[in-house]
């Protein structure tokens, strides 16, 4: 990855990351977050901590054709965050590589806590090229 930032479509969908590569193509993520059960949020939060998540190897982003698998970015992704060794993780995982795959592509994080974090996938962008119909992805860019 070369570069991410925030990213927000008013109250539409008021969080969000744009994620740029190397190869110059984006994927633009809208963020949702799921609270864990009991969460008062008059009060400070309180972490909760535990085992990190297995280390996995982190796949490669860019094909031998030198465009970015939407799959392969999703599954690079929940391996960068299941390795940064945060002990509030539980885990990541690509939507695609779950039993049920999600119809749109995306990476869930799952706190310790059991809050979560659900980054479905708006746009996927070749380099050079302005957001269209959300959600109509292209397998690569």
């Not at 969080?15 to 110059?24: E, I, V, W």
């Not at 008062?40 to 972490?47: A, F, K």
């Not at 998540?53 to 965050?81: D, F, I």
């Not at 706190?111 to 979560?116: E, N």
Request: hydrophobic share 35%.
């Amino acid at each position: 990855m070369a570069e991410v930032e925030p990213w927000q479509d008013g109250r539409n969908r008021p969080y969000g990351l744009k994620t740029r590569f190397r190869t110059g193509a984006e994927i633009w993520m809208g963020i949702t977050a799921v609270a864990p059960p009991g969460e008062d949020y008059s009060q400070p939060e309180q972490p909760v901590e535990g085992e990190l998540p297995a280390a996995v190897p982190v796949p490669e982003l860019v094909g031998v054709n030198g465009k970015v698998s939407v799959t392969q970015a999703e599954r690079h992704l929940a391996a960068l965050l299941n390795n940064a060794g945060s002990a509030e993780v539980a885990g990541a995982y690509g939507y695609s590589d779950r039993a049920d795959p999600a119809l749109n592509p995306g990476v869930g994080v799952d706190f310790h806590s059991g809050g979560k974090i659900h980054c479905v996938f708006v746009h996927a962008l070749r380099p050079g090229q302005n957001p269209g119909t959300q959600y109509d992805l292209p397998a690569e860019v």
